[in-house]
């Protein structure tokens, strides 16, 4: 007689439940086929997803960029209005150092380039930002890269003023919605170490000029395009008109270079 416990034969008798419930762990296991088209799977999802994600953070840094020059020219517009209509000098010499209008540069003996110290809170502009400080720096310059050489021991810009615009007039620029007042800059040094005419690297600038004799400093770091903002305080992306292949080869100019004499017409003042 069966006790339940134990069949007639002595073993132990088997659960339908148990028999069930193994073939189930059996069937849900992945098999070697289904775990690579898993992994197939994940790698197309992965390639269609981070290059989305790289051009969202390119528009992101793009728009940071755009945002930062309106606010410069913004600052440039308060700064006007509270002195007669006049821009600033590219430079004073003041009792304290060398006052550059993107900061105080103070008389230490000894110091290299790169080292050179710098009080941007004294910047001609620095009391009409509604920010930080950290405004005058474009995201995308390229600090980290080893072609980079710093000039100061805080990087104070990421772009340059009109050269025509330092010292003259509001009064001057005729067509403001033509005229660029600031834009993506950096400049191609060859000359102070470590750079040399073999090690070419790129540093902070501060003025725009496309005359023939004098080098590009437009940076075209926006996927080939340079953020610009006009007089009228629009901003709009500018192609290259050429480029220099040195450094991250997106340093140029985005008109025809005018002759040595001649203004550009992008950065001409009297229209």
């Given at each position: ?192 170490a470590p750079a040399s005419p073999t090690n070419p690297l790129l540093e902070e600038w501060y003025y725009l000029d496309n005359r023939t004799s004098t080098p590009p400093t437009f940076h075209f770091r926006h996927r080939r395009e340079c953020n610009a903002v006009f007089a009228d305080s629009r901003v709009e992306r500018l192609a290259p008109y050429s480029l220099d292949a040195r450094c991250d080869g997106l ?21």
């Amino acid at each position: 007689m069966n006790d339940g416990g134990t069949s007639r034969l002595g073993g132990s008798a088997r659960s339908p439940r148990r028999d069930a419930r193994r073939r189930a762990g059996a069937s849900s296991a992945f098999t070697l086929v289904e775990l690579l088209v898993v992994v197939v799977i994940l790698g197309i999802l992965s390639a269609l997803v981070v290059p989305a994600l790289s051009s969202a953070g390119q528009m992101a840094r793009t728009a940071v960029c755009a945002a930062n020059l309106r606010s410069i020219q913004t600052a440039t517009t308060l700064y006007l209005r509270e002195n007669a209509g006049r821009f600033f000098p590219y430079q004073e010499t003041r009792p304290e150092g060398v006052l550059w209008y993107w900061g105080l540069e103070l008389p230490v003996k000894g110091v290299v380039e790169g080292d050179r110290p710098i009080d941007t809170s004294r910047a001609r502009l620095a009391p009409y930002y509604s920010g930080t400080r950290k405004a005058t720096i474009c995201p995308n310059v390229p600090a980290d890269e080893a072609f980079f050489k710093p000039k100061f021991r805080l990087a104070g810009y990421g772009y340059a003023i009109n050269l025509r615009m330092l010292g003259a007039r509001e009064s001057d620029v005729t067509r403001p919605g033509d005229t660029i007042a600031w834009a993506d800059a950096i400049q191609i040094n060859t000359w102070q170490a470590p750079a040399s005419p073999t090690n070419p690297l790129l540093e902070e600038w501060y003025y725009l000029d496309n005359r023939t004799s004098t080098p590009p400093t437009f940076h075209f770091r926006h996927r080939r395009e340079c953020n610009a903002v006009f007089a009228d305080s629009r901003v709009e992306r500018l192609a290259p008109y050429s480029l220099d292949a040195r450094c991250d080869g997106l340093v140029g100019r985005p008109e025809a270079p005018s002759k040595p004499t001649e203004t550009s017409p992008l950065l001409k003042l009297n229209k």
